[in-house]
């Protein structure tokens, strides 16, 4: 005799002599007890039937939420640690639609080698339980910097179309941890490598073969650099680059007619100055481990009022430039920018109608012009009294026609 069976699968019963089976349909947690911990139950908040209970969305956002913690940076002590910040990062993924929500994943698991789009997240309060901290800086201090706590110590990166009177989504602003980057400041390099109070770049002695120095001509009381304004005019650029090895200059001037220009040293890093690119010389070994510091190199970019640089490598960078220095003072400012941070390197208001000077120990300097040293500092406190004994370093000419 047939007997009837239950169970969540499904129940038999006896129907004219056959076995007859009812599906009882199971229970589907929904994703945002996988977002949150949960375990499903009646504690979702999801209509019977909706969209965000389908098993392939579940998997799928479940499965881009655990790809973002295990790219969380690793912190001091529990109370900064990611475990803390995890209510209101989760409160903030749940916001984010699936497609912002893989771009962040991208953003994050490439380390911000490529230049990836905005994650737009509504604007509002994302606090979460206990922090009030905005999404930008939320996601900047899980996946970057845990010791950054508000929105003023980070700046939007030229490319980010959320940066201030671009974005014109007003209800939505951008949180990419990639789009931005630290502030440097003079205070913020340990001493004594902040400022040097002479940091010559032009030694007076012989140069050597092949050494290819900019030319300069005396006219009413100012030094100009001639070699660089006229053709930069006619060619409708805001600067050009010429990269350095010692006292070499490796290869032709690089005109930049963009608003931002990346330099670095291999491909594939990026489109912009490639440093790999040019001519090989007969390279020291000096030169050859500063080379190899380079990496993602450095992002310049023009910006009202000035100009910026950004530091994409694993290395800091060392800056001068005639407006990083104080007024009145007798030398030139050496600023080093750490990895992830930016720098105003150079102020239009600043320099005015400044004419060329002249510094112990060197030639006529350009007013106009910035000096970057990769991975190695120059000036009194370092063994490299010129930017000249720097194994590569950049040089950016300006056109003095903004």
């Given at each position: ?22 599906q ?85 698991e ?36 845990p ?89 409708g ?22 608003a ?20 090989a ?7 050859r ?34 407006t ?62 010129f930017?000249t ?14």
């Amino acid at each position: 005799m047939w007997g009837t069976g239950s169970g969540k699968a499904g129940q038999s019963s006896l129907v004219g002599g056959r076995r007859r089976m009812q599906q009882v349909p199971t229970r589907t947690p929904c994703s945002h007890n996988a977002l949150t911990g949960g375990d499903g139950g009646d504690a979702c908040p999801c209509p019977a039937g909706g969209p965000h209970c389908r098993p392939m969305f579940r998997s799928r956002r479940a499965g881009l939420v655990r790809r973002l913690w295990q790219q969380c940076c690793a912190t001091a002590g529990p109370e900064d640690g990611p475990s803390t910040l995890k209510p209101a990062a989760h409160a903030l993924f749940k916001k984010l639609k699936d497609e912002e929500l893989e771009l962040l994943v991208l953003a994050v698991e490439s380390r911000g080698a490529w230049e990836s789009s905005c994650v737009w997240a509504p604007r509002g309060d994302a606090r979460g339980a206990k922090q009030g901290l905005p999404p930008q800086v939320l996601l900047c201090r899980l996946f970057r910097w845990p010791d950054v706590h508000q929105p003023h110590e980070l700046k939007h990166l030229c490319y980010c179309a959320g940066r201030q009177g671009v974005c014109g989504d007003l209800a939505a602003l951008c949180c990419n941890p990639h789009h931005f980057s630290r502030l440097a400041v003079p205070e913020t390099p340990p001493p004594p490598y902040s400022k040097a109070s002479c940091g010559p770049s032009w030694p007076d002695e012989p140069q050597h073969p092949g050494t290819q120095l900019p030319e300069f001509s005396y006219k009413g009381g100012d030094w100009r650099d001639t070699s660089l304004s006229q053709s930069t005019i006619k060619d409708g650029c805001w600067c050009k680059l010429a990269y350095w090895e010692h006292r070499t200059r490796v290869g032709r001037l690089y005109a930049v007619h963009e608003a931002s220009v990346n330099v670095f040293c291999e491909l594939p890093w990026g489109s912009g100055f490639c440093l790999a690119q040019l001519p090989a010389a007969h390279r020291s070994r000096a030169v050859r481990r500063a080379r190899g510091k380079i990496g993602r190199g450095l992002l310049l970019s023009r910006e009202p009022g000035g100009i910026w640089a950004y530091n994409r490598s694993k290395h800091p960078i060392f800056v001068s430039s005639p407006t990083l220095s104080p007024p009145g003072a007798r030398g030139l400012t050496v600023l080093k920018v750490l990895p992830g941070y930016s720098a105003k390197v150079f102020d239009y208001e600043q320099v005015g109608g400044k004419g060329g000077w002249r510094l112990p120990g060197e030639g006529p300097s350009d007013p106009h012009s910035i000096r970057i040293s990769f991975a190695k500092g120059w000036g009194p406190c370092y063994s490299r009294q010129f930017i000249t004994s720097c194994p590569c370093w950049l040089e950016v000419l300006l056109n003095q026609l903004r």
